[in-house]
């Protein structure tokens, strides 16, 4: 069965420091994967996807289809980076499946 | 530019109650999702619909209900309020499938009491 599993229910890192937050997948075909956020008191927001290759306020994610994975990176953490963070696959061609999500918070 | 409008953002049910959870886009998107919102459970499909008159169950169907008349609507139906279902609901619509991403509702958080 398709799944998602994101390890850290919270992670607490300093400002300036380096994040990643976990993300592990399982799928037989080919993955489509996501990064969604929510700040507080908002809606929930895609942040990035893996198809798109792209840098989105510093994150980035790099799929290892050999660890079955999709971490979300960015290399000096900013306050306004706390949030829910949940990780998401592609379901066939209708829907996806959310991880646990991940609460970041980010210390001054 | 609306967007996905849930309603109503928050309401509190009692026991046995019934109720209908609104949620409409403007988007012209054909795929509609429901999901509840648990702590630490991430969020579970309740719903989904690809296109009018299309509907189909998630993960977590039972004690709901949805119909698909419009592009536009895809309410969600309480029949029979349980404490289980405390949660918080949010409606997505997708332009093409999940694979192009979901643009999301502001939720509704109900208590059952």
């Known amino acids: 069965a398709q799944r998602v599993t994101q390890p850290e229910k919270l992670l607490s890192v300093f400002k300036g420091a380096p994040v990643e937050l976990k993300c592990n997948y399982s799928?037989?075909?080919?993955?489509?994967l996501f990064w969604y956020v929510q700040y507080s008191r908002q809606r929930l927001q895609l942040l990035l996807r893996?198809?798109s290759r792209e840098s989105i306020k510093g994150f980035t994610a790099d799929l290892n289809k050999g660890e079955t994975s999709f971490h979300l990176k960015k290399p000096f953490a900013q306050e306004e980076d706390s949030a829910m963070y949940y990780c998401?696959?592609?379901?066939?061609?209708?829907?996806?499946?959310f991880g646990q999500g991940t609460r970041l918070t980010i210390n001054p | 530019n609306a967007g996905v409008t849930q309603t109503p953002k928050f309401r509190i049910l009692k026991i046995g109650q019934s109720m209908t959870l609104q949620c409409t886009q403007d988007?012209?998107?054909?795929?509609m999702y429901w999901y509840r919102q648990d702590p630490g459970m991430g969020l579970k499909l309740i719903y989904y619909?690809?296109?009018?008159?299309?509907?189909d169950k998630g993960e977590v169907p039972n004690g709901y209900n949805v119909s698909r008349s419009t592009t536009e609507d895809f309410p969600l139906r309480l029949e029979l309020a349980a404490p289980s279902q405390t949660s918080v609901y949010f409606c997505?619509?997708?332009?093409?499938?999940?694979?192009?991403?979901?643009?999301f509702g502001s939720g509704t958080r109900l208590t059952v009491v």
């Open positions: 988007m012209n998107h054909n795929y």
């Open positions: 799928y037989s075909g080919s993955p489509e």
């Open positions: 997505a619509s997708s332009y093409g499938a999940g694979a192009y991403g979901y643009t």
């Open positions: 998401a696959l592609a379901q066939g061609a209708q829907k996806l499946v």
């Open positions: 619909s690809v296109g009018a008159g299309i509907t």
């Open positions: 893996h198809i």
